[in-house]
């Protein structure tokens, strides 16, 4: 016999899986089933973008590129920034990766240590303190309420910096709130960084989905881009989940250090992937991002349909300005959010997800406009339903 408990490593073991599959598994068990779960665009890549892949197969493009990722496109990368968030990068101080996601985990696996601790805000996405913990390190919750309209201040972050801290993760467009922070609201929580040696780890996949003004990022503000890593990807903005492409950049000693663990465990993002990503920004550049612009256009109308529509049947709703996501506050109805979303989905057939999923609030559920306007007017009969019902 096998004592697999003995076998698999005691850092993994104590990580909880993510409260989010649970959801997706049920839900597509069951016919009519909505999901408002699904954390992923709902239009498919555009043409020119699944075009540009296939032709680059298709003239034999097969091959690992460069560890960084192809040259045209971090150079493409590079205009990008500078263009959309007036950040400098040259093309060595970019790297592309698998998605978002391997850049987080390299950003972090580049600087904890064991017993290092990081000021992680919450609730948030699900793969941050994970990743914190499999390196041995210590994830310090930010709480983030309704009240402070899921921010952080420095009144929040100041009294959790200690000797250990290493860094901060900044996630703004917020997953799952769709909280925003402007340039203002980042500025005394970027002074209070200054005198410090913590790493801002900034994870900007939603930057393109802002609903109130241009994206902000902490990077950009005085003294920030020498101790920030900027997270981005091509998952959300251009409709690329599947691609797997994200990017990281960050001063050269902090990208040289992350190269190294890419070289060593990934080697590369996908080729294919990466002529895609190629294409959207040419793309791009050429037409001033209209596919972006209508994508963008489209979720702020579905926004509105769904935060009005949660308002209206008396849930209060946070005005989310951000992402994809509507965070309603359940406390009205007098259920915890996972019995809500666990009731709901099987009276129902409507799935969201508990905002347990996301740090230790039980009052709240994530529900995702990233689908038609006919799935969330459905849906949003059907928690009305639900809401009588209880
Ligand atoms: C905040 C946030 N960061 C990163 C990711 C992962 O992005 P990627 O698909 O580029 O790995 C997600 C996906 O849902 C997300 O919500």
């Known amino acids: 016999m096998v004592d697999y408990n003995k076998i698999v490593s005691r850092r993994v073991a104590e990580v909880p899986p993510s409260g989010i599959r649970k959801f997706f598994d049920l839900a597509s068990e069951m016919e009519d089933a909505i999901s408002l779960g699904v954390g992923e665009p709902d239009f498919v890549t555009p043409w020119n973008i699944r075009e540009a892949a296939i032709y680059s197969i298709e003239r034999g493009h097969t091959h690992y590129t460069s560890n960084h990722g192809v040259i045209e496109l971090r150079e493409y990368i590079a205009e990008y920034m500078d263009y959309r968030f007036g950040l400098t990068y040259s093309p060595g101080q970019i790297m592309v990766t698998v998605g978002a ?15 290092d601790e990081v000021l992680v805000p919450e609730p948030c996405y699900v793969s941050y303190m994970p990743k914190v913990m499999f390196n041995g390190g210590v994830p310090v919750p930010i709480r983030m309420s309704d009240d402070e309209e899921f921010k952080f201040t420095v009144d929040n972050v100041k009294p959790l910096i200690n000797e250990r801290t290493k860094a901060i993760i900044v996630a703004f467009p917020n997953n799952p709130t769709g909280a925003i922070m402007t340039e203002s609201e980042l500025k005394p929580v970027a002074e209070l960084l200054q005198g410090t040696d913590i790493v801002a780890v900034s994870d900007e996949i939603y930057s393109e989905l802002t609903y109130q003004g241009k994206h902000a990022s902490i990077a950009s503000l005085d003294g920030m881009w020498e101790r920030t890593i900027v997270i981005n990807g091509f998952s959300k903005a251009f409709a690329m989940t599947g691609w797997r492409l994200g990017y990281v950049c960050a001063p050269t000693e902090l990208l040289d250090t992350m190269l190294k663990i890419h070289q060593f465990t990934m080697l590369c993002a996908p080729v294919m992937s990466q002529a895609a990503a190629l294409e959207a920004l040419r793309s791009g550049f050429e037409n001033n991002f209209a596919d972006v612009e209508k994508m963008r256009r489209e979720y702020n109308r579905r926004r509105r349909v769904i935060v009005d529509g949660f308002r209206e ?24 959010a996972d019995r809500f979303c666990e009731g709901l989905l099987r009276s129902q057939k409507v799935a969201c997800v508990p905002s347990t999923a996301f740090g230790t609030s039980n009052s709240f559920m994530r529900c995702s406009y990233a689908t038609s306007l006919d799935n969330i007017n459905e849906a949003l009969r059907r928690i009305k339903c639900y809401l009588q019902e209880i």
């Open 313 to 336: 049947m008396g849930l209060s709703c946070f005005e989310p300005l951000g992402a994809f996501y509507a965070f309603p506050c359940l406390d009205s109805t007098g259920m915890g």
């Open 101 to 115: 996601s391997e850049a987080i985990d390299l950003a972090l696996r580049a600087i904890v240590e064991p017993g």
